[in-house]
């Protein structure tokens, strides 16, 4: 059954029905996290627990669940995975803010400004590892093969958008290579483990095709939002993006969609000559006003409907009402 997006015309769309969907799955998965973070060194359970408790929803770990619910796995192999993804997504977060330079993360200080760089570099490195043990617990080769791939092609996408960072001229093209890699990729995964665990390699493909466009759309909704929202509302601080010269898809629209005057002042404030706070104003005045704001949503809610039109041949039920309203939420946070 083919679904549109925006059925929730008459009520903000949530996640509490996907949180109340795996949360006996969840408790587990918590279990899991929690006995996995302990080690000898306080300092790293300590650092880990600033992050992994730090008010993020878990997303990630519960798409593998919801989709294990949505294929009728009545296993548990399926909580080490979640968990491995979730330490994974920790972990990358850990290093992005050291290569950012990030203050903030869920309105919390982030680790490296409370620890330090390398410690907050090497934590990574051991919830890393973790993941890789619980993969190799969770006793399938596939899994690992899946969810290893995700994780270098994670590293390949911060590269390349580390390589691409004050570049105005950066192509739309390479832009969503980049997020389609640092984003989308362990959401794709954290799925498509599911069809691994519940014997449904046929489920894989589709499953695949819902959590990475699923991902795109989240992450075109965060990149907008960065031009349009205060610190409290994103958890992080307004305009970190354009501060750190990122192109993303508003300014590539802003800039192409600009005149001379427009693009002069992209050019230095991407290469860093422009920083301020007057600058970041005079920034959201000019994506607003050529609507690069507006069609970067429009964008996200075209890779929303390409997710949840990823679920069509599954059986209508509760899970897949609850993964539908997933990608409803990712995208109604625009608004």
Not at 27 to 46: A, F, G, K, T
Not at 113 to 134: C, H, Q, T
Not at 263 to 282: I, M, N, P, Y
Request: aromatic share 6%; charged share 25%.
């Amino acid at each position: 059954m083919s679904v549109t997006l925006h059925r929730f015309a008459g009520h903000a769309p949530s996640l509490d029905p996907m949180i109340g969907l795996v949360a006996r799955d969840m408790d587990s998965v918590n279990d899991v996290i929690v006995d996995r973070m302990r080690s000898e060194i306080p300092l790293i359970p300590e650092l880990a627990g600033h992050l992994i408790a730090g008010g993020g929803k878990r997303l990630r770990p519960m798409l593998t669940l919801a989709s294990a619910r949505l294929l009728g796995y009545d296993g548990d192999r399926h909580h080490l995975l979640a968990a491995a993804v979730e330490f994974i997504h920790t972990a990358t977060l850990l290093h992005d803010d050291v290569v950012d330079g990030s203050d903030l993360r869920r309105g919390r200080r982030t680790a490296n400004i409370i620890w330090g760089n390398p410690a907050s570099v090497l934590v990574g490195d051991f919830l890393f590892s973790r993941s890789f043990e619980l993969m190799v617990e969770g006793g399938s080769l596939r899994a690992l093969e899946i969810l290893s791939n995700a994780s270098a092609v994670i590293a390949e996408g911060e590269v390349n958008q580390l390589t691409a960072v004050r570049r105005v001229d950066l192509a739309e093209e390479r832009y969503l290579d980049i997020i389609g890699a640092k984003t989308a990729a362990l959401f794709a995964a954290a799925c498509r483990v599911a069809a691994v665990v519940a014997d449904r390699p046929a489920d894989e493909a589709p499953l695949d095709a819902y959590g990475r466009n699923l991902g795109v759309a989240f992450q075109l909704v965060d990149d907008a939002i960065d031009y349009t929202s205060d610190a409290g509302t994103m958890g992080k601080d307004a305009g970190d993006d354009f501060r750190e010269g990122k192109m993303t898809l508003p300014v590539i629209l802003a800039y192409a969609r600009g005149d001379e005057e427009d693009r002069l002042f992209w050019r230095d404030a991407v290469e860093g000559r422009r920083s301020g706070d007057t600058d970041f104003a005079h920034a959201v005045d000019l994506v607003r006003r050529t609507r690069a704001v507006e069609d970067t949503f429009a964008r996200a809610r075209h890779y929303g409907q390409q997710a949840i039109d990823a679920l069509a041949a599954f059986e209508d039920g509760a899970a897949k009402d609850a993964m539908v309203e997933a990608v409803e939420f990712a995208v109604a946070r625009a608004y």
